[in-house]
T-cell receptor, first 114, second 113 residues
Framework: DTEVTQTPKHLVMGMTNKKSLKCEQHMGHRAMYWYKQKAKKPPELMFVYSYEKLSINESVPSRFSPECPNSSLLNLHLHALQPEDSALYLC?????????????FGPGTRLTVT | KQEVTQIPAALSVPEGENLVLNCSFTDSAIYNLQWFRQDPGKGLTSLLLIQSSQREQTSGRLNASLDKSSGRSTLYIAASQPGDSATYLCAVDQRDNFNKFYFGSGTKLNVKP
């Protein structure tokens, strides 16, 4: 099973809403990632959880908050977003055990902020 | 800072043609390079990963090469099919501070029937 699942597939939210994106993998990977992708642009790394340690892209605003309840689950909590935050949000995972670093991506959540 | 460039930005070919996509990077101190395919509005599908010590990897009609010293990788697609139409992205794994993966902007491929 090389699948990374993401829910929901689509999300429309107002600027005052609080919502969460979810990501799950059952490949035993110890690193999980959140990316943001705008149209016709490459993915931009937002957060990394590797062996339960969080690394943050310092350019990501605090209205995005990641959470890793366990090594298989990754959430992205959204609060007071802006219209420019509308994008495809991608989750990925990798083994990161010193021998295998191949990233596997989920299908993404298409987020629209109104 | 690592910069990854993909040329061409778009490519249109007739079905059956062999083609080469290019990826170049400015810093050769990489751990690996990965090629992805992305269909419109979808996630990324991993095609091939080349470790820094390898020169090439093959999977079916795909062959990826890596020349670390010159900062180049190519993705060769043999006997292209309309189903190959997608955007192809390369990403280098560098592990510098936070930004582990640097992506190119992609090559949008259209294979005409």
């Amino acid at each position: 099973d090389t699948e990374v699942t993401q829910t929901p597939k689509h999300l429309v939210m107002g600027m005052t809403n609080k919502k969460s994106l979810k990501c799950e993998q059952h490949m035993g990977h110890r690193a999980m990632y959140w990316y943001k992708q705008k149209a016709k642009k490459p993915p931009e790394l937002m957060f990394v959880y590797s062996y339960e340690k969080l690394s943050i892209n310092e350019s990501v605003p605090s209205r995005f908050s990641p959470e890793c309840p366990n090594s298989s689950l990754l959430n992205l909590h959204l609060h007071a977003l802006q219209p420019e935050d509308s994008a495809l949000y991608l989750c990925a995972s990798s083994q990161d055990d010193g021998s295998s670093y191949e990233q596997y991506f989920g299908p993404g959540t298409r987020l629209t902020v109104t | 800072k690592q910069e990854v460039t993909q040329i061409p930005a778009a490519l249109s070919v007739p079905e059956g043609e062999n083609l080469v996509l290019n990826c170049s990077f400015t810093d050769s101190a990489i751990y690996n390079l990965q090629w992805f395919r992305q269909d419109p509005g979808k996630g990324l599908t991993s095609l091939l990963l080349i470790q820094s010590s390898q020169r090439e990897q093959t999977s079916g009609r795909l062959n990826a090469s890596l020349d670390k010293s010159s900062g180049r990788s190519t993705l060769y697609i043999a006997a292209s099919q309309p189903g190959d139409s997608a955007t192809y992205l390369c990403a280098v794994d560098q592990r510098d501070n936070f930004n582990k993966f640097y992506f190119g902007s992609g090559t949008k491929l259209n294979v005409k029937p």
